[in-house]
């Protein structure tokens, strides 16, 4: 199983970002997983930031990026995609993409992790 991220780059307060996560080696169609995102900044823990319930086709998105960050997905190309806008530098940190069977155990502690993409906002 591999989670491949990628997109993450210096940028300027109030510019966008996306980033990807392609998954592979999955024995189970990836419309049976809960995909998204994590992320960890410097000297804090880390947390949730969204993810998509492919079974149930339903997104999650963590208050502080409610209305800013959008996550989608494209089941063939087994991809899921997180568009960031508006971005702060309190959003400058290390992105990991996760996976898991459930809404509950990937929000607690994802199976599946890939490595993380960096994200710096700073003028």
């Known amino acids: 199983v591999q989670l491949q991220a990628s997109g993450g780059g210096l940028v300027q307060p109030g510019r966008s970002l996306t980033l990807s996560c392609v998954a592979s080696?999955?024995?189970?169609?990836?419309?049976?997983?809960?995909i998204g995102w994590f992320r960890q900044a410097p000297g804090k823990e880390r947390e949730w930031v969204s993810c998509i319930n492919n079974s149930e086709n339903t997104t999650s998105y963590e208050d502080s990026v409610k209305g800013r960050f959008t996550i989608s997905r494209d089941i063939a190309k087994n991809t899921v995609t997180l568009q960031m806008n508006s971005l702060r530098p309190e959003d400058t940190a290390l992105y990991y993409c996760?996976?898991?069977?459930?809404?509950?155990?990937?929000?607690?502690?994802?199976?599946?992790w890939g490595r993380g993409t960096l994200v710096t906002v700073s003028s």
């Open positions: 080696g999955f024995t189970l169609d990836l419309k049976y997983y809960v």
């Open positions: 996760a996976a898991d069977r459930g809404f509950l155990s990937w929000v607690l502690n994802p199976e599946y």
